[in-house]
């Protein structure tokens, strides 16, 4: 997670149901080191310490260690202040973690902007997959519609004219095909005037 989501009362109960995090910490996050384990400074680590909040309310909100693991990312000259509660794993792969929720990020980005699911019709885990994983089946066929019919039409305008399309009785080549759905510019255009002079 990423600063945004840096409270210790959320990261406890995270941790109450025995789920692990890794989480940037604020700046102004006050901890005090227990214990600092050796790191290999040339893959970019900095440290990797056992801690605990110093602060008053942070001991109180989170009264367990954590693990502190610094790490210098050279491409971008950024410096990762990390904490998560998974004491076993590498430094190394703590870090990599952090780095790979990006990918996560992405992937929700990319189904915000492709699938095109506006609301969720169950709030329960299987009504959100069951939904999630009907979209990317139809983006997939409409793809492999796409390919095989070798057409010039993005996968967002084939999806478009299989909305209004989708109760006509009429071949998919012929719906894809026979109009030209590139938008026209037309400069005959009568503009009215508000303002008569």
């Not at 056992?50 to 950024?78: C, G, M, S, W």
């Not at 952090?98 to 699911?117: A, G, N």
């Not at 989708?166 to 080549?173: D, G, S, T, V």
């Amino acid at each position: 997670m990423d600063r945004g989501y840096f409270d210790f009362q959320r990261l406890y109960t995270l941790h109450q149901y025995s789920s692990f995090f890794v989480v940037r910490a604020k700046a102004s996050a006050s901890l005090r080191r227990i214990y600092s384990m050796p790191v290999d400074k040339s893959c970019g680590l900095r440290c990797d310490q056992t801690v605990i909040p110093a602060a008053f309310y942070a001991a109180k909100n989170y009264p367990e260690k954590l693990r502190r693991v610094v790490f210098v990312d050279t491409d971008k000259d950024n410096r990762l202040n990390l904490l998560t509660n998974q004491m076993t794993l590498p430094a190394l792969t703590i870090a990599e973690l952090y780095r790979c929720r990006w990918q996560v990020e992405l992937f929700f980005k990319w189904i915000k902007q492709h699938l095109r699911i506006k609301a969720f019709y169950g709030t329960s885990e299987n009504a959100v997959k069951t939904q999630i994983w009907i979209a990317i089946s139809v983006y997939v066929l409409v793809a492999i519609i796409k390919k095989q019919l070798k057409l010039d039409l993005s996968l967002y305008t084939i999806l478009q004219i299989f909305s209004i399309t989708l109760f006509e009785k009429m071949p998919i080549l012929k719906a894809l095909t026979e109009i030209d759905y590139t938008n026209k510019i037309t400069s005959g255009h009568i503009q009215l005037n508000l303002f008569k002079s």
